[in-house]
């Protein structure tokens, strides 16, 4: 069973540029999940979804993140203008439904933002 | 903050020595699970231990949860090299919300 695919794996910008970073979750994984974790921290969750709907993105700073899952698949988070504060890794998970269950995380992407 | 809190920040022990990480966290759960980081890579899911359970084992690990004291340990018996990585300790919440709060984790190193 292939798991949780994330791209790019690295990403260097200049701040106020703007990134993209995709994810394609398990195949059958209703919930997705976007996490960033700031060096020497534990993850934060983003933005939860459900197949396309968005469950939680009360810690997504919506003047700069956005995030979509348009079929209910694969996702992509968006930064735009980026700060040097967004330097972080940024993690996909997914899981079977939203019962609170094992989460399956992609290998993440790095962004270093000058 | 919900999150929770972890320690030792960092542990370095000897190959074949028992590790054990603490987590203490602040508000009722759903289950606390344990999950494992290698540098540069994604988490690793090690354990899940729901709230109405004391003790949980899965091969080297022991996972132990004390509701009264909002706190969990994690034992890893019989130390090797591999094991050096990143635990964290992550709680669903007993309020509707159930995406995953991390601790802020502990470095393990295991020397050989």
């Known amino acids: 069973e292939a798991g949780v695919a994330q791209s790019p794996r690295y990403k260097i910008i200049e701040k106020r540029q703007s990134v993209a970073f995709w994810c394609n979750p398990i195949?059958?994984?209703?919930?997705l999940y976007w996490y960033q974790q700031i060096l020497g921290q534990g993850p934060k969750l983003l933005i939860q979804?459900?197949?396309?709907?968005?469950?939680?993105d009360s810690q997504l700073p919506k003047d700069r993140f956005s995030a979509e899952r348009l079929k209910g698949v694969d996702s992509t988070l968006k930064i735009q203008p980026a700060k040097l504060e967004d330097s972080a890794v940024y993690l996909c998970?997914?899981?079977?439904?939203?019962?609170?269950?094992?989460?399956?995380f992609g290998p993440g992407t790095r962004l270093l933002v000058l | 903050s919900q999150q929770g809190e972890e320690d030792p920040q960092a542990l370095s022990i000897q190959e074949g020595e028992n590790a054990t990480m603490n987590c203490s966290y602040k508000t009722s759960i759903n289950n606390l699970q344990w999950y494992r980081q290698n540098s540069g890579r994604g988490l690793v899911h090690l354990i899940l231990?729901?709230?109405?359970?004391r003790e949980k084992h899965s091969g080297r690990l022991r996972v132990t949860l004390d509701t009264s004291k909002k706190s969990s340990s994690l034992l890893i018996t019989a130390s090797r090299a591999a094991d050096t990585a990143s635990y964290f300790c992550?709680?669903?919440?007993?309020?509707?919300?159930?995406?995953?709060?991390f601790g802020s984790g502990t470095r393990l190193q295991v020397q050989p």
């Open positions: 979804f459900q197949n396309n709907g968005v469950v939680d």
């Open positions: 992550a709680s669903v919440f007993d309020t509707g919300r159930r995406a995953l709060t």
């Open positions: 998970a997914s899981s079977l439904d939203t019962g609170g269950e094992t989460q399956y």
């Open positions: 195949s059958g994984h209703a919930t």
């Open positions: 231990i729901r709230s109405n359970e």
